[in-house]
């Protein structure tokens, strides 16, 4: 099997599978307990205005109506209205998502930008005081929730020494013309700094934990003691021959992250205010908000697929060795 | 879910050994030596010593910390299982949601299980719970919270929707009947003469206290910290603590601060007229869109947007306008607009469609005057309806209603611009982070700051952090630990804290619709076992009013009934209560029963 058959195979597995996500989200949230409607639908409602309400979100069809619809609107990326605010979910979902694709993508790029070599510096002093240092400071970090982690950064940052802010992502008050703006502006970044930091300090063990072990691996394959031999310096053969074979499982890990993050940290952006996607994914299901909860979960499904799909068309780029058949 | 059933089936087996254990045959004699008074060591007055049992003066047998009389404690031969009663069962959201009053349910369902019978704590996220008691009828108890709004200063919302039997589709969820209460509470709303209209709401509070649909257990107080050294002219309002309208309205800077940036833990829920659904909403709302009245700092209806209210007769309110008063946009307010407002809300199914029903009319009699006319006198709607109803520019909303929204209900309309004539013009807001409001400088209650930043900080911890450094001025909601809140106030010489009795409770509901909480005697029993002075001072911290079974808060002093007594927390007043209403107790195991001829409704 070529390239091309393997990728269209796997574009019809992500498509199929996609819808089954849909599916199952579907029916999940109607078999979870509590009436959807129950925000709007209380102070002194008569029947009849609340079965109005319920018509207006097209809660008085029969299920299998209110599944087609939601079929062939998912066709067209039209997510619905939601439950509680009654606007189009996309546009709920749209603002968050671009918050949270900016602190978890600086949260992963960093975690990655200092995990992969700090593992690779591990792997190199095996056996030294510095690599078992390394390894539990890896553990630990791994092991230290993000709220604690994240309080901790607020308290001694924030408010004892009071470099940065403690949460939200602009000072009060402040308007901007459009995202691109905001993204860019110092107060933004001013903002960003401790929560990515947070993450960050989260996330770096894996890839460094990740490298490390998979260093120790090629270390042992006679081209790094061939390098070695020619005369090759420390840092040069770590660099460029060990480290870059050593890179594959990492960048899967690195791609199903990336999926991941985008989901964002429920915690994360509580601690620090953050309107994000996770902050909205949890808000949603707590409030039967179904439109709104399917969809951040659809979304978050979604890229997961497709990270995953990239990882395995990179691995076959970067190993000639693997074949798709 | 927490199941305590098992717990209490062991109990009654150790008390059935003990029994057993001092004859072959469980006789009268054997029960009364077998258990000792009230050694659950809770210090509750109830060890069948000291206080009176409803025997009848004919031979007692000692229970588990309460006496019956001999003839209440019948052989298993003799009961019938249409008597039995089934597991009790306490909704109450999880421990995570609202970990207090988890807590409380777990404890008083303990207290209940002791009259022998089983119980459990059930719990549920909050729109679960909503489904199953306002929609549904199978359900026991359910922990429910009413919180205080403007419209709740006056009594009438919660006596009238939580009490009259024509509720039940609504906030009378425990279908409670009693003809006199709804005879009362009617007469109440058309009384003219204040004084006799309090006296009214008293009574009715007497009937409720009486046969108890409810327990009520506290007013809570609502919280409030902030900047004393940037910030003065923070009101107390009674009954709503100090986030209100009247504050917002009479903050000053102390200093060149201009914006004043507020706290809340959740997200606003809509920037709609029609719509105010969550806590959060109330303030930006009335910033926003004028309404025709306001409370005072008692608590009463005082014309805000309205110059007078002028009753021309019992069912004809003629209320003149502020007149040359503008919009957000520059275009003037007119009686049309009033008019408009309030149609609204009579022709589609809003939240404040309810006060006004008894509106049979509206006529705008001139540019600036509009006048009322009611099916009967209804003396609630200056603050039921126009303290609450939104006065919105009939010009913008025509060209909504009539070629915009796309499902027929304007409370679903989000307008992009919210335009009112409020003291505060909306800015931006940006979802999940900020709303923005400046100053209407044309408003004819000019506000004495620039700007109002209603920031979400959903983490208690970092709200504290950002008061404490001065990033907020004032946090709304807060809803941590009381406690760690106070010695952070104290320990900061800029903040300060305002707690305030609120109008909204807590309290435990019983489906009166279901056996047995169908007997008074039951739900007057029920009563007994709220150890109210442990739940308010230990559970609660202390951070509310012990309340007597009352829909009005001691807040509202006026209205409140000061005379209605306490239910004593006792196993024994339990107990006779239960007697006096001819339950028995199985001889075998100490389970409660239902009387043999009052087992259905």
Same mark, same amino acid.
């Given at each position: 099997?070529?390239?091309k058959?393997?990728?269209?195979r796997?574009?019809?597995?992500?498509?199929?599978?996609?819808?089954?996500?849909?599916t199952? +989200?579907?029916? =999940?949230?109607?078999?979870?307990p #509590?009436?959807? /409607? *129950?925000?709007?639908? @209380? %102070?002194g409602?008569?029947?009849?205005?609340?079965?109005?309400?319920?018509?207006?979100?097209?809660?008085?069809?029969?299920?299998?109506?209110q599944?087609?619809?939601?079929?062939?609107?998912?066709?067209t990326?039209?997510?619905?209205?939601?439950?509680?605010?009654?606007d189009?979910?996309?546009?709920?979902?749209?603002?968050?998502?671009?918050?949270?694709?900016?602190?978890?993508?600086?949260?992963?790029? +960093?975690?990655? =930008?200092?995990?992969?070599?700090? #593992?690779?510096? /591990? *792997?190199?002093?095996? @056996? %030294?005081k510095?690599e078992?240092?390394?390894?539990?400071?890896?553990?630990?970090?791994?092991s230290?929730p993000?709220?604690?982690?994240?309080?901790l950064?607020?308290w001694?940052?924030s408010?004892?020494?009071?470099?940065?802010?403690a949460?939200?992502?602009?000072?009060?008050?402040?308007?901007?013309?459009?995202?691109?703006?905001?993204?860019?502006?110092?107060d933004?970044?001013?903002?960003?700094?401790?929560?990515?930091?947070?993450?960050a300090?989260y996330?770096?063990?894996?890839? *460094?934990?990740?490298?490390?072990?998979?260093?120790?691996?090629?270390?042992?394959?006679?081209?790094?003691?061939?390098?070695?031999?020619?005369?090759i310096?420390?840092?040069?053969?770590?660099?460029?021959?060990?480290?870059?074979?050593?890179?594959?499982?990492?960048?899967?890990?690195?791609a199903?992250?990336?999926?991941?993050?985008?989901?964002?940290?429920?915690?994360?952006?509580?601690?620090f205010?953050?309107p994000?996607l996770?902050?909205?994914?949890?808000?949603?299901?707590?409030?039967?908000?179904?439109?709104? *909860?399917?969809?951040?979960?659809?979304?978050l499904?979604g890229?997961v697929l497709?990270?995953?799909?990239?990882?395995?068309?990179?691995?076959?780029?970067?190993?000639?060795?693997i074949?798709?058949? | 879910m927490?199941?305590?059933?098992?717990?209490?089936?062991?109990q009654?087996?150790?008390?059935?050994?003990?029994?057993?254990?001092?004859g072959?045959?469980?006789?009268?004699?054997?029960?009364?030596g077998?258990?000792?008074?009230?050694?659950?060591?809770?210090?509750?007055?109830?060890?069948?010593?000291?206080?009176?049992?409803?025997?009848?003066?004919?031979?007692?047998?000692?229970?588990?910390?309460?006496?019956?009389?001999?003839?209440?404690?019948?052989?298993?031969?003799?009961?019938?299982?249409?008597?039995?009663?089934?597991?009790?069962?306490?909704?109450?959201?999880?421990?995570?949601a609202?970990?207090?009053?988890?807590?409380?349910s777990?404890?008083?369902?303990?207290?209940i299980?002791?009259?022998?019978?089983?119980?459990?704590?059930?719990?549920?996220?909050?729109p679960?719970?909503?489904?199953?008691?306002w929609?549904?009828?199978?359900?026991?108890?359910?922990?429910?919270?009413?919180?205080?709004?403007?419209?709740?200063?006056?009594?009438?919302?919660?006596?009238?929707?939580?009490?009259?039997?024509?509720?039940?589709?609504?906030y009378n969820?425990?279908?409670?009947?009693?003809?006199?209460?709804?005879q009362?509470?009617?007469?109440?709303?058309e009384?003219?003469?204040?004084a006799?209209?309090?006296?009214?709401?008293?009574?009715?509070?007497?009937?409720f206290?009486?046969?108890?649909?409810?327990?009520?257990?506290?007013y809570?107080?609502?919280?409030?910290?902030?900047?004393?050294?940037?910030?003065?002219?923070?009101?107390?309002?009674?009954?709503?603590?100090?986030?209100?309208?009247?504050?917002?309205?009479?903050?000053?800077?102390?200093?060149?601060?201009?914006?004043?940036?507020?706290?809340?833990?959740?997200?606003?829920?809509?920037?709609?007229?029609?719509?105010?659904?969550?806590e959060?909403?109330?303030?930006?709302?009335r910033?926003?869109?004028?309404?025709?009245?306001?409370?005072?700092?008692s608590?009463l209806?005082?014309?805000?947007?309205?110059?007078?209210?002028?009753?021309?007769?019992?069912?004809?309110?003629?209320?003149?306008?502020?007149?040359?008063?503008t919009?957000?946009?520059?275009?003037?307010?007119?009686?049309?607009?009033v008019?408009y407002?309030?149609?609204?809300?009579?022709?589609?199914?809003?939240?404040?469609?309810?006060?006004?029903?008894?509106?049979?009319?509206?006529?705008?009699?001139?540019?600036?005057?509009?006048?009322?006319?009611f099916?009967?006198?209804?003396?609630?709607?200056?603050?039921?309806?126009?303290?609450?109803?939104?006065?919105i520019?009939?010009?913008?909303?025509?060209d909504i209603?009539?070629?915009?929204?796309?499902?027929?209900?304007?409370?679903?309309?989000?307008?992009?611009?919210?335009?009112?004539?409020?003291?505060?013009?909306?800015?931006?807001?940006?979802?999940?982070?900020e709303?923005?409001?400046e100053?209407?400088?044309?408003?004819?209650?000019?506000?004495?700051y620039?700007?109002?930043?209603?920031?979400?900080?959903?983490?208690?911890?970092?709200?504290?952090?950002?008061?404490?450094n001065?990033?907020?001025?004032?946090?709304?909601n807060?809803?941590?630990?009381?406690?760690?809140l106070?010695?952070?106030?104290?320990?900061?010489?800029?903040?300060?804290?305002?707690?305030?009795?609120?109008?909204?409770?807590?309290?435990i509901?019983?489906?009166?619709?279901?056996?047995p909480f169908?007997i008074d005697?039951?739900?007057?029993?029920?009563?007994?076992?709220?150890?109210?002075?442990?739940i308010?001072n230990?559970?609660?911290?202390?951070?509310?009013?012990?309340?007597?079974?009352?829909?009005?808060s001691?807040?509202?002093?006026?209205w409140?009934?000061?005379?209605?007594?306490?239910?004593?927390?006792?196993?024994?007043?339990?107990?006779?209560?239960?007697?006096?209403?001819?339950?028995?107790?199985?001889e075998s195991?100490?389970?409660?029963?239902?009387?043999a001829?009052?087992?259905?409704?």
């Amino acid at each position: 099997m070529g390239l091309k058959e393997f990728v269209t195979r796997r574009i019809i597995q992500i498509v199929v599978l996609y819808f089954a996500i849909a599916t199952m +989200l579907f029916f =999940l949230f109607r078999a979870a307990p #509590g009436d959807p /409607l *129950a925000a709007y639908i @209380g %102070t002194g409602f008569t029947q009849e205005q609340a079965a109005q309400i319920r018509a207006t979100f097209g809660l008085d069809q029969p299920i299998h109506v209110q599944y087609w619809k939601y079929m062939t609107n998912l066709v067209t990326f039209n997510f619905g209205l939601s439950y509680i605010t009654g606007d189009p979910v996309w546009e709920i979902i749209q603002t968050r998502f671009w918050n949270t694709l900016v602190l978890m993508g600086t949260s992963v790029g +960093l975690a990655y =930008l200092i995990g992969v070599p700090f #593992g690779a510096y /591990l *792997a190199w002093n095996r @056996g %030294t005081k510095r690599e078992r240092f390394g390894v539990v400071f890896a553990l630990i970090s791994r092991s230290a929730p993000v709220f604690w982690t994240g309080l901790l950064g607020i308290w001694l940052f924030s408010f004892k020494l009071g470099w940065l802010p403690a949460g939200s992502m602009s000072q009060p008050g402040v308007t901007y013309s459009s995202k691109l703006a905001q993204f860019t502006s110092p107060d933004f970044l001013r903002h960003l700094i401790l929560p990515a930091l947070i993450q960050a300090f989260y996330f770096y063990s894996l890839p *460094a934990l990740l490298m490390r072990n998979s260093m120790l691996e090629v270390m042992n394959e006679d081209f790094v003691d061939f390098a070695e031999l020619k005369g090759i310096s420390d840092f040069s053969v770590m660099l460029k021959h060990a480290a870059r074979n050593a890179l594959l499982p990492i960048v899967t890990a690195f791609a199903v992250a990336a999926g991941f993050a985008v989901g964002g940290s429920v915690v994360l952006e509580t601690v620090f205010a953050w309107p994000g996607l996770g902050r909205e994914m949890v808000r949603a299901v707590i409030a039967n908000d179904y439109p709104v *909860a399917q969809a951040t979960f659809l979304i978050l499904a979604g890229l997961v697929l497709i990270a995953n799909f990239l990882a395995d068309l990179a691995y076959g780029y970067l190993d000639p060795r693997i074949t798709y058949d | 879910m927490t199941d305590q059933r098992s717990d209490n089936r062991i109990q009654r087996r150790n008390f059935l050994k003990k029994a057993g254990g001092a004859g072959a045959t469980v006789t009268l004699a054997s029960f009364a030596g077998c258990a000792g008074g009230d050694d659950d060591g809770d210090g509750e007055g109830g060890d069948g010593d000291t206080e009176t049992v409803a025997s009848g003066g004919s031979e007692t047998v000692q229970m588990e910390g309460f006496k019956v009389p001999a003839e209440s404690v019948l052989p298993q031969s003799e009961l019938d299982d249409a008597q039995a009663i089934p597991e009790l069962s306490l909704i109450v959201n999880p421990p995570k949601a609202q970990p207090d009053d988890h807590e409380t349910s777990m404890f008083v369902t303990k207290e209940i299980a002791k009259l022998g019978l089983d119980t459990t704590v059930e719990t549920m996220t909050w729109p679960a719970q909503s489904s199953a008691v306002w929609d549904g009828t199978d359900w026991d108890m359910t922990f429910w919270q009413m919180v205080g709004r403007p419209s709740r200063l006056d009594p009438d919302e919660f006596s009238v929707q939580m009490g009259h039997s024509s509720f039940q589709e609504g906030y009378n969820y425990y279908f409670w009947e009693d003809d006199e209460y709804d005879q009362k509470v009617m007469a109440q709303r058309e009384e003219l003469d204040q004084a006799a209209r309090e006296q009214l709401i008293k009574e009715c509070q007497q009937i409720f206290h009486d046969r108890g649909p409810s327990t009520f257990l506290m007013y809570p107080n609502k919280t409030i910290p902030w900047n004393s050294e940037r910030w003065e002219g923070v009101v107390e309002l009674n009954g709503m603590g100090a986030v209100n309208m009247l504050t917002f309205s009479n903050m000053k800077p102390t200093g060149d601060r201009t914006e004043l940036n507020i706290a809340y833990d959740q997200e606003l829920q809509a920037l709609n007229p029609f719509d105010q659904s969550g806590e959060i909403d109330m303030i930006q709302h009335r910033m926003i869109w004028d309404r025709l009245a306001w409370p005072n700092e008692s608590a009463l209806p005082e014309p805000r947007l309205a110059e007078e209210f002028n009753w021309k007769d019992n069912t004809t309110l003629e209320v003149p306008i502020k007149q040359g008063h503008t919009f957000h946009d520059g275009e003037e307010l007119t009686a049309e607009d009033v008019k408009y407002s309030y149609d609204i809300h009579r022709n589609y199914s809003t939240y404040f469609s309810g006060p006004v029903k008894p509106v049979n009319e509206i006529t705008v009699v001139d540019d600036y005057t509009v006048e009322f006319s009611f099916d009967y006198h209804y003396a609630p709607f200056p603050m039921a309806a126009m303290g609450r109803i939104a006065i919105i520019p009939k010009h913008k909303w025509t060209d909504i209603i009539e070629n915009r929204m796309e499902v027929e209900n304007p409370m679903l309309y989000q307008e992009d611009t919210p335009l009112g004539s409020g003291p505060m013009e909306f800015v931006h807001w940006n979802a999940s982070e900020e709303v923005r409001l400046e100053r209407f400088d044309d408003h004819f209650d000019p506000i004495a700051y620039e700007a109002r930043n209603s920031r979400i900080i959903p983490s208690v911890q970092t709200m504290l952090t950002q008061l404490e450094n001065g990033t907020l001025d004032m946090l709304a909601n807060y809803r941590g630990n009381k406690d760690v809140l106070q010695d952070r106030v104290e320990a900061n010489d800029s903040l300060s804290m305002a707690a305030t009795t609120t109008v909204g409770f807590k309290q435990i509901s019983y489906n009166n619709d279901r056996p047995p909480f169908h007997i008074d005697g039951f739900r007057r029993a029920m009563n007994h076992r709220f150890d109210k002075d442990t739940i308010v001072n230990d559970i609660y911290g202390g951070w509310g009013s012990i309340a007597p079974n009352s829909l009005v808060s001691s807040a509202l002093k006026s209205w409140h009934n000061d005379e209605l007594e306490r239910h004593e927390f006792s196993l024994q007043a339990a107990a006779n209560e239960l007697i006096e209403a001819g339950f028995v107790w199985d001889e075998s195991d100490g389970m409660l029963y239902m009387p043999a001829d009052n087992t259905e409704l």
